[in-house]
């Protein structure tokens, strides 16, 4: 993603929803969240999770993430990655939700969606 791009992407996340994916070994998961852009140079976006989450636990395993910033007419997706925990089920198998495979991460990128964001723990 070119820094351009980037910058634009990150002018939507206040007032977007974003859903945070991640894998680990064979285990993925994703929940909804809020990220916070924090530096165009270098890009940093910050995304609180609590270490509860089976989200926190996939990406602390991987130490990487996306952040998929949904388009408005995938704002069920909000509910749907809210509304179960991940220790008890793959949300994305459990909703039939559409993946892709991401470039540089491991971590499945959701498909539809304004902007997918490729992110490693710094």
Do not use: W
Request: with cysteine; hydrophobic share 40%; charged share 20%.
């Amino acid at each position: 993603m070119s820094e351009k791009t980037l910058a634009k992407a990150t002018l939507q996340l206040p007032c977007s929803v974003v859903i945070v994916s991640a894998k680990a070994d064979k285990r993925q998961g994703a929940m909804t969240a809020t990220a916070m852009y924090a530096s165009q140079v270098p890009p940093l976006l910050v995304v609180s999770i609590s270490k509860t989450f089976s989200t926190y636990e996939l990406i602390e395993k991987s130490k990487e993430f996306a952040i998929n910033v949904i388009a408005d007419m995938q704002l069920d997706l909000s509910k749907k990655f809210g509304a179960v925990h991940g220790y008890e089920v793959d949300k994305f198998q459990e909703s039939g939700i559409s993946t892709e495979p991401a470039s540089k991460i491991g971590a499945p990128l959701i498909s539809g969606c304004f902007t997918n964001i490729e992110c490693r723990v710094r």
